[in-house]
T-cell receptor, first 113, second 113 residues
């Protein structure tokens, strides 16, 4: 069965610094999709970035980028120039052709002024 | 605004009761997903519908059922409610293709007394 693991329950970063959130997954599928979602205190779920497994190039969205290591089944999120508004829970998610979505348990990111 | 509408926003009821949560997907989206998020937990995928048909099922209890209607709105029915069913229930919608992101509603907070 597919699993998604976020081993860091909580992380802190100084404003304007860079932080990396870890995510590992386990699957026997060759074609799948990975996502990072952000959940601020308002509890809304907001898509941050997505990666298709068949693409070798790491996805980037402004200050957010991923380090996708398919062989290692690792999908980490790097946030550059951290801002106070980045403080939130971050969830890593996986889906494939089965259409089931699996979310990790989340990493709470604190941004220190 | 994600375009996904969930009603009601809050629901308070007692053990043993039955409730119905409603979701209207974003315009043009054919697929609806339901998730359960217990306090400070990750999201548990419950079920997905695509154009009126059940497509994938996750960890959905037998006391829970869902359907998607011809106008594409969806309802999640929770019966014989237990204290442990207290959670935030999210609906999300997408085009239905796994590489496309999901757009989440604001959730329904269910409290069982």
């Amino acid at each position: 069965a597919q699993t998604v693991t976020q081993s860091q329950p909580e992380m802190s970063v100084q404003e304007a610094e860079t932080v990396t959130l870890s995510c590992t997954y386990d699957t026997s599928e060759s074609d799948y999709y990975l996502f990072w979602y952000k959940q601020p205190p308002s509890r809304q779920m907001i898509l941050v970035i997505r990666q298709e497994a068949y693409k070798q190039q790491n996805a980037t969205e402004n200050r957010f980028s991923v380090n996708f290591q398919k062989a290692a089944k690792s999908f980490s999120l790097k946030i550059s120039d951290s801002q106070l508004g980045d403080a939130a829970m971050y969830f890593c998610a996986y889906t494939s052709g089965t259409y089931k979505y699996i979310f990790g348990t989340g990493t709470r990111l604190k941004v220190l002024a | 605004d994600s375009g996904v509408t969930q009603t009601p926003k809050h629901l308070i009821t007692a053990t043993g009761q039955r409730v119905t949560l409603r979701c209207s997907p974003r315009s043009g989206d054919l697929s609806v997903y339901w998730y359960q998020q217990s306090l400070d937990q990750g999201l548990q995928f419950l079920i997905q519908y695509y154009n009126g048909e059940e497509r994938a099922k996750g960890n959905i209890l037998e006391r829970f059922s869902a359907q998607q209607f011809p106008d594409l709105h969806s309802e999640l029915n929770l019966s014989s409610l237990e204290l442990g069913d207290s959670a935030l229930y999210f609906c999300a919608s997408s085009s239905g293709f796994p590489n496309q992101p999901q757009h989440f509603g604001d959730g329904t907070r269910l409290s069982i007394l």
